[in-house]
T-cell receptor
Framework: DAGVTQSPTHLIKTRGQQVTLRCSPK?????VSWYQQALGQGPQFIFQ???????QRGNFPDRFSGHQFPNYSSELNVNALLLGDSALYLC?????????????FGPGTRLLVL | AQSVTQLGSHVSVSEGALVLLRCNYS??????LFWYVQYPNQGLQLLLK??????LVKGINGFEAEFKKSETSFHLTKPSAHMSDAAEYFC??????????FGTGTRLLVSP
């Protein structure tokens, strides 16, 4: 059973560019959440998708957007990249059933903005 | 708003010694609490979680944590540290709809 997968593993962009990160959830999971982890910090919640809709959002600007596909996979898009967007981006999947449900994390995509 | 505070950004122990990583939470409703471990250049792996019921929770790799409502704490312990336990540990609280709020993390260093 494949766990959560993310692509690419590493990415280098320059300021002002746009980036798309991809996530495939664990088999059977229907909810995908995205987190940003800056160096030396804990992960920060960006947003969550369920049934192809953004269900809730953290304190991130509109430059951060996402999408969920019918097969539950998801994309995170970041426009007009800033140096401060350099971070590890983590995708987590879970079942929607309740707040006690475990979120399973992928290995992350490390984004460097120059 | 719910939050967690991890005391100590770094904890150093000798191999075989007790591991104690501290986490205090703030929540106006009964919390769901989690401990995750992150090895270098990897994602997060769940160690254990508290939802309801028994307040002493056992997890993987010999770790356990005790939910103490009176102290608003959820400290992580392991009786005997192993070199392979060296990693970053994150405490997290679920604020609803599976949105996790993480602490700043504690790096565990294990010396031979």
């Amino acid at each position: 059973d494949a766990g959560v997968t993310q692509s690419p593993t590493h990415l280098i962009k320059t300021r002002g560019q746009q980036v798309t990160l991809r996530c495939s959830p664990k088999s059977g999971h229907d909810t995908v959440s995205w987190y940003q982890q800056a160096l030396g910090q804990g992960p920060q919640f960006i947003f969550q998708y369920y049934e192809e809709e953004e269900r809730q959002r953290g304190n991130f600007p509109d430059r951060f957007s996402g999408h969920q596909f019918p097969n539950y996979s998801s994309e995170l898009n970041v426009n007009a990249l800033l140096l401060g967007d350099s971070a590890l981006y983590l995708c987590a999947s879970s079942l929607v059933t309740g707040a006690e449900e475990t979120q399973y994390f992928g290995p992350g995509t490390r984004l460097l903005v120059l | 708003a719910q939050s967690v505070t991890q005391l100590g950004s770094h904890v150093s122990v000798s191999e075989g010694a007790l591991v104690l990583l501290r986490c205090n939470y703030s929540s106006s409703v009964p919390p769901y609490l989690f401990w995750y471990v992150q090895y270098p250049n990897q994602g997060l792996q769940l160690l254990l979680k508290y939802t309801t019921g028994a307040t002493l929770v056992k997890g993987i790799n010999g770790f356990e944590a005790e939910f103490k409502k009176s102290e608003t704490s959820f400290h992580l312990t392991k009786p005997s540290a192993h070199m392979s336990d060296a990693a970053e540990y994150f405490c997290a609280v679920n604020t609803g709809f599976q949105k996790l709020v993480f602490g700043t993390g504690t790096r565990l260093l294990v010396s031979p």
